[in-house]
């Protein structure tokens, strides 16, 4: 699964950046997640014991941010949420837009016991 | 309890290997394609025959990720290729870590070229860098000239499409001329090469390519 892979490149970073803040212990991982990027929240979340299983992760919690899509309408300026809109600005109705937001997908941090 | 921030792209460090591994067969000389296309487009048989075709000509290494089984490496060992089996345990496409694990096995001393046989997959290769110097992907005939429509990511960013088994064209309703057109609104720059790995016809174009994209990679 796509989501699997994606978190074995997220233990490999924190397992270095604990070890070089000398941290042993971790309760938990904040990952920030845009609703455009090409992962799931719910994905993630089912496949996070097995890719953590016999590392440094095993036994903290995940915990996702989603940051919304948000776009500009380049028409008529108004900011509006694209998935909620289905890509369409709802105050003029086109579609072309400058994204505003959402197309993260970034580790934030880690809370060290 | 304390907070340490990261604030890093999840690909950051994959994306540094990438780089490092590419400098690296760079400075041997060697060059790296990924390959990458669905299941059964034909990536093996392509293989089979570019081995037959530059026999002699260039040493050539593959390492194979595409199933978790060694058949495929077994194949193109016996087609004279220096080979690998990567255990990619149901994973959906390589990733530059993989790639290390999978030159470090090969020993890429002396060798002009290395295929990387990717996970049959259109979606999600296309989202992660190798390291390799060129990215390829086979479609073939009956998977349809709509896939560029379906999957636009890896038409993007490959550097070339072959479009295999042109000996099926008969039987499909494959219009290479709209298959073209719909890549090029994607790619512009990507090329397209039609041909077949069972009759061999169109293989002398990608052989060509092949042999233009290692001399360029050797000069510095
Ligand atoms: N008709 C036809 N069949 C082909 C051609 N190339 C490969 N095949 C067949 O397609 C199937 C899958 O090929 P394979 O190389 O294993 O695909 P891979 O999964 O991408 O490695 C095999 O049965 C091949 O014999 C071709 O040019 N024409
Ligand atoms: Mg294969
Ligand atoms: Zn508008």
């Known amino acids: 699964m796509h989501e699997l892979g994606i978190l074995f490149n997220v233990v490999r970073t924190v397992e270095d950046i604990a070890r070089q803040n000398q941290v042993t212990r971790i309760a938990a991982l904040v990952l920030q997640v845009g609703e455009l990027s090409p992962v799931v929240p719910h994905y993630l979340q089912a496949c996070y014991p097995a890719a953590v299983d016999g590392t440094l992760l095993e036994g903290a919690e995940l915990k996702i941010e989603v940051t919304p899509g948000n776009a500009l309408c380049e028409p008529c300026q108004k900011v509006f949420n694209l998935r909620a809109s289905r890509g369409k600005c709802p105050r003029c109705g086109r579609s072309q837009y400058e994204i505003l937001s959402g197309q993260e997908f970034l580790i934030k941090e880690i809370l060290a016991c | ?220």
């Open chain 2, 1 to 220: 309890m304390k907070v340490i921030e990261i604030k890093q792209q999840v690909y950051q460090q994959n994306d540094r290997i990438a780089s490092e591994l590419r400098a690296e067969m760079k400075q041997r000389g060697t060059l790296l394609i990924n390959l990458m296309s669905s299941p059964g487009a034909g990536k093996t048989t392509t293989l089979v025959r570019t081995l037959e075709a530059l026999r002699g000509e260039m040493r050539i290494g593959i390492i194979e990720a595409d199933i978790d089984s060694d058949v495929d490496a077994l194949t193109v060992a016996r087609a004279g290729a220096q080979a690998v089996q990567l255990h990619t345990g149901g994973m959906c496409h390589l990733d530059a870590f993989m790639t290390r694990e999978g030159l470090k096995a090969l020993n890429p001393a002396g060798l002009d070229l290395i295929f990387l046989e990717n996970i049959g997959n259109l979606l999600c290769p296309a989202e992660v860098d190798t390291g390799a110097a060129r990215n390829v992907m086979i479609l073939s005939v009956p998977e349809g000239d709509d896939k560029p429509l379906k999957y636009p990511q890896i038409f993007r960013v490959v550097d070339l499409v072959l479009v295999n088994k042109i000996d099926a064209l008969p039987f499909f309703d494959f219009d290479l001329t709209v298959f073209r057109q719909r890549v090029s609104a994607l790619n512009p720059s990507a090329q397209i090469l039609p041909y077949s790995a069972r009759t061999g016809e169109g293989l002398g174009a990608w052989t060509d390519w092949i042999r233009a994209a290692a001399a360029q990679w050797k000069r510095a």
